[in-house]
T-cell receptor
């Protein structure tokens, strides 16, 4: 099946620990994105990458890091510097022709 | 910067009622406009889109028209169903491609 896979679906982390969220796509899209979703706040852009080995900060990049070593993969690390990491994280990839973004099923991160 | 404003929810309707969810945008260029839908615990799915002024996007009985003069992209459906209950997001494209800027979302609840 073609699409975007995020894992895990649920993730628990102790305060002070780094954690990495996985995002893989087999749609052959050049662009990939990470969004954070909080109740009542919509989706906010964390990082995006338009090509392999290149990425840019979005609106709320502080406390997060990413890498884009392969076209298919765009992992997000939530570091201990992120003060309020509990949220629903959504990964997406972009199609330049249709201008449509395709979303994964999301990872719900809870800091305990 | 570019932004999207959509009506506050929740919107509660009876089955077969008419639906309107208002969306207005601010953009320096000529963005593409989108409506996405999110069912509980899932990622976002594209509902419809419009790429230029006066375009009408439509899908599954939902419609929205790109109005440049009023910078609006209101979502409408003539007769809602219980299965339409979800969160609806208005969005515009930015950053030269598919990085989307989202509104805060509007929760729709339809009862039978």
């Amino acid at each position: 099946d073609g699409g975007i896979t995020q894992s895990p679906k649920y993730l628990f982390r102790k305060e002070g620990q780094n954690v990495t969220l996985s995002c893989e796509q087999n749609l052959n899209h050049d662009a990939m994105y990470w969004y954070r979703q909080d109740p009542g706040q919509g989706l906010r852009l964390i990082y995006y990458s338009q090509i392999v080995n290149d990425f840019q900060k979005g609106d709320i990049a502080e406390g997060y890091s990413v890498s884009r070593e392969k076209k298919e993969s765009f992992p997000l690390t939530v570091t201990s510097a992120q003060k309020n990491p509990t949220a629903f994280y959504l990964c997406a990839s972009g199609d330049w022709d249709s201008l449509e973004a395709f979303f994964g099923q999301g990872t719900r991160l809870t800091v305990v | 910067g570019d932004s999207v404003t959509q009506m506050e929810g929740p919107v509660t309707l009876s089955e077969e009622a008419f639906l309107t969810i208002n969306c207005t945008y601010t953009a320096t260029g000529y963005p593409s406009l989108f409506w996405y839908v999110q069912y509980p615990g899932e990622g976002l799915q594209l509902l419809l889109k419009a790429t230029k002024a006066d375009d009408k996007g439509s899908n599954k009985g939902f419609e929205a028209t790109y109005r440049k003069e009023t910078t609006s992209f209101h979502l409408e459906k003539g007769s809602v169903q219980v299965s339409d209950s979800a969160v609806y997001f208005c969005a515009l494209s930015d950053l030269g491609g598919t990085a989307l800027i989202f509104g805060k979302g509007t929760t729709l609840s339809v009862s039978s």
